[in-house]
């Protein structure tokens, strides 16, 4: 039986490698549309390592109309798109706060405008907890209100999700979607093919922590420990990468069975939070290795504690977690390890 071909845009990056891995596995024919901008071909090689078949992977910017529907006319029966590239990096975006809605916003308008074009009709887009805000109330559910976006790339999710959400409802609208909220999306795939590949210094907790382990930062600095949570220090909702990319193949297949509203969202998170001290100490357990770590100041923008309710994505897409902190942190530090 042929496969069903799904878009991945971004499909070399950290979350797209997973998500391409995935669907494979679950029987779908993922084909790559990567800039390489944040993204290395490395991780092509081990996405096809993992599966032991060649991947389609075209080498284009997203925002580039013309290369795109080269794409989509030399792909043929695409069913539907996962759009995951993006720039992401909030420090970076309060700096070139133009970059950052030229890209995730303008690829997004010529991602919708082709899909139109070609009449592929399902969108499963990469969306965050960021749109939340500062929550008043935890859990956050998906109609917890959305505040105004502290960083220009929080903003650039806020955007995207009402461009999808007005395309869908045009009356003459062939496009179905499913936005997925992501929390903090941790690990690497047990194979260690696949992973995380900062550029230069970190941001992001995680790879910080795994590259002070291996000894190529002196210290993991902790961003302020007088919040007001159990420890001090900020609750985030870590999910590891390989479970948030079989929610990307649940999204996909709700879709094509046309289950559900014509566009949607949905948390993706554990449904559990942790402190980034409780990060610390649990990476110590799953790996025996002490971390060298200092208090430091908070950092600027820094939502004090945020995490998902779960409820909707377990009852109505499906989707549940199954990895612990600990494995998370594990398979990070494999990862780490082969680089
Ligand atoms: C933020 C956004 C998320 C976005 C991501 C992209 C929110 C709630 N989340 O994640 O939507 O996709 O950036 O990068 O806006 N920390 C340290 N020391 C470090 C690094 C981090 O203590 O060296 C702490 C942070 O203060 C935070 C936690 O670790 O409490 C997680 O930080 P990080 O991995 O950067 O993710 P978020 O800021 O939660």
């Known amino acids: 039986m042929e496969r069903t071909k799904i878009l991945v845009t971004g499909g070399a990056g950290y979350i797209g490698s997973h998500a391409v ?41 997203c925002g580039d109309a013309e290369a795109l529907r080269a794409i989509f006319a030399e792909e043929g029966s695409l069913r539907g798109v996962i759009h995951f590239a993006a ?50 109330v935890l859990p956050v559910t998906e109609l917890t209100p959305r505040k ?14 009402d461009i999808i959400t007005d395309v869908v409802h045009a009356p003459a609208s062939t496009v179905r979607a499913i936005l997925l909220r992501y929390f903090n999306p941790i ?10 590949l900062p550029l230069g210094v970190p941001q992001n907790l995680v790879p910080f922590v ?28 870590y999910v590891h990468v390989v479970d948030l990319a079989k929610a990307h193949v ?20 554990t449904g559990r939070g942790n402190s980034v001290l409780e ?22 923008g820094d939502v004090p504690a945020i995490y998902a309710d779960v409820t909707k994505s377990v009852q109505e897409l499906g989707f549940q977690t199954t990895t612990s902190l600990e494995d998370s942190l594990a398979s990070a530090w494999k990862w780490q390890q082969t680089l």
């Open 87 to 136: 720039f992401k990096a909030v420090g970076e975006s309060v700096q070139k706060p133009l970059a950052y809605y030229q890209n995730n916003v303008g690829s997004l308008l010529t991602l919708l405008t082709v899909m139109q074009e070609f009449g592929v009709p399902h969108l499963v887009f990469s969306s965050s907890c960021t749109v939340y805000g500062v929550p008043d």
């Open 187 to 196: 690990g690497a795939h047990a194979s260690a093919k696949i992973g995380e």
């Open 21 to 61: 891995v995935e669907l494979y596995e679950a029987g779908f024919q993922p084909v790559i549309v990567d800039d390489f901008s944040n993204s290395q071909e490395s991780s092509v090689r081990g996405i096809e390592d993992i599966l032991g078949v060649r991947v389609a992977c075209h080498h284009i910017d």
């Open 250 to 269: 649940t999204a996909v297949q709700r879709l094509l069975d046309g289950a559900g509203e014509a566009v949607e969202t949905f948390n993706v998170g």
């Open 148 to 161: 105004p976006a502290n960083s220009p790339y929080g903003n650039t999710k806020k955007i995207c999700e």
């Open 279 to 300: 990060v610390v100490q649990a990476f110590e357990r799953a790996t025996g290795v002490k971390l060298n770590y200092v208090i430091g100041e908070p950092r600027a």
């Open 210 to 237: 795994t590259q002070t382990a291996a000894g190529i930062r002196e210290k993991l600095t902790i961003y302020g420990n007088t919040y007001d949570t159990p420890d001090g220090t900020n609750i985030r909702d």
